[in-house]
């Protein structure tokens, strides 16, 4: 869980490098496809469980909330913000995803889980209001675009926290990349007709390489692994960490400013992951 934060982290500030060039709905779509065509190579000649109708319409499903709705509004949203703020607004994942799986009668609710991600989320929101996100429209967008891909990734991990216990994690991660390309198409084919590939220099398409193979490949499988040994929440609360992670990148190469308010949400937040992690 630890190595996808790490992961998640990286992918904010290679991204927000890689759209200086592309097109946000057109990188998300090339990382989709890139994604897919290496994951499915992986599983190729490996031993496979095959699907059966109902798996493979569940399948489909963790598709369009785990990878193109997720995808399309996460580097959208991104590509109006700046990295570390869109970071610690993925700090409502877990709160979401305690929520809905609470509602769906999957996991119970103990005192202690539920202080930490209230103390976690409340680091964020430190330091959602110390940075002033809301202060124009561009930044108002993001927000909101960021916030229903943190809706969709919730749903995501609860629906999907049953079938990954008895399903190969890397073939479901394979096939819902490979149905997300032609999910993600009607989206992305407009920007993808227009954009102007000619003038991509190297440095760009190397940032979307790197996107596939750590943040997109890597992440998503271990993420798809760990759900089999760990609640969803405690999955989800792990995303805690990026925001740190990503503030100190951002400023390295992004040039983003740290401000004091946000080191003091740091340990509120990483409270919180002590807490929820705890049994």
């Known amino acids: 869980m630890l190595s996808v934060a790490a992961l998640f982290s990286l992918n904010y500030i290679i991204s927000k490098l890689g759209m ?14 890139g994604a897919a065509i290496v994951l499915n190579l992986l599983v190729w ?27 399309t ?17 993925i700090t409502t994942i877990p709160v979401l995803t305690l929520g809905i799986a609470m509602i769906a009668g999957r996991e119970r609710a103990t005192p202690m889980k539920v202080g930490g991600i209230v ?23 993001g927000a909101a675009l960021i ?8 749903l995501y991990l609860v629906i999907s926290k049953p079938a990954m216990a008895r399903l190969s994690p890397r073939l479901t991660t394979a096939r819902m990349f490979g149905y997300a390309t032609a999910l993600m198409l009607p989206i992305a084919a407009v920007p993808l007709a227009r954009q102007s590939w000619a003038t991509i220099p190297p440095r760009a398409w190397l940032a979307l390489l790197l996107v596939i193979a750590g943040p997109t490949v890597a992440a ?9 040994y760990a609640d969803a929440s405690t999955v ?5 960490v990026q925001p740190v992670l990503t503030a100190i990148l951002a ?16 340990a509120m937040i990483f409270t919180g992951v002590a807490m929820t992690s705890r049994r």
């Open 20 to 33: 200086r060039a592309f097109n946000p709905l057109v990188f998300a779509y090339m990382r989709v496809l």
């Open 45 to 71: 000649r490996g031993t496979r469980q095959p699907f059966s109708r109902e798996d493979r319409k569940l399948v489909l499903v963790f598709s369009l909330l785990g990878v193109v709705l997720n995808q």
């Open 73 to 89: 509004m996460f580097l959208t949203g991104l590509s109006f913000t700046d990295a570390h703020v869109a970071a610690i607004i």
């Open 119 to 141: 103390l976690a989320g409340a680091g964020a929101l430190l330091v959602v209001g110390g940075e002033g996100i809301f202060g124009s429209m561009r930044a108002l967008i």
């Open 147 to 154: 916030t229903g891909n943190c809706l969709a990734y919730a």
């Open 220 to 228: 998503y499988w271990i993420n798809a692994w760990t759900l089999r």
């Open 236 to 240: 989800a609360t792990y995303v805690y």
């Open 251 to 266: 400023t390295i190469f992004l040039g983003e400013q740290i401000r004091a308010i946000a080191i003091v949400a740091a």
